[in-house]
């Protein structure tokens, strides 16, 4: 069922990018939940998914680039790059697939951070 689980999870990637967050919902199921748990937040129903991404506060079109896709069966977890032109953020999100359709969400936003200088002999920066 990966396969299958992942087509299902890429086509709700490629709806968010289309910034038609009521589409994107369709890849939902209706008693669809999305947990946050670094803010403690559970949202509810594909409708409250699609209004609290159309209202969330954005410089621009939300672009999401989807880095890495990995799965058993009906759990699926993807890495994303998401930014609205001027935010740029990583959502690390656990998929649960019934069917057709996404029907469990929880999703963490690691917050970049500067690394301490004392093991700066042992790392590189991949950028550099």
Same mark, same amino acid.
């Given at each position: 069922m990966s396969t299958s689980a992942q087509k299902v999870v890429r086509r709700f990637w490629q709806s968010m990018a289309t910034n038609d967050f009521s589409a994107a919902s369709l890849c939902l199921t209706e008693d669809f939940r999305l947990q946050?748990?670094?803010?403690?937040?559970?949202i509810e129903? /594909?409708?409250?998914?699609? @209004? $609290?991404?159309?209202?969330?506060p954005a410089n621009g079109l939300w672009t999401f680039d989807l880095r890495r896709i990995v799965g058993e069966g009906s759990q699926i977890v993807t890495e994303v790059?998401?930014?609205?032109?001027v935010v740029r953020a990583t959502a690390l999100t656990f998929h649960t697939? /019934?069917?057709d359709l996404i @029907? $469990?969400?929880r999703e963490f936003w690691p917050d970049p951070f500067e690394a301490p200088t004392w093991r700066s002999?042992?790392?590189r920066h991949p950028t550099d």
């Open positions: 946050w748990p670094q803010s403690d937040e559970m129903g /594909r409708e409250n998914f699609a @209004a $609290l991404n159309a209202a969330y790059g998401v930014s609205d032109g697939v /019934r069917g @029907a $469990l969400q002999a042992w790392v």
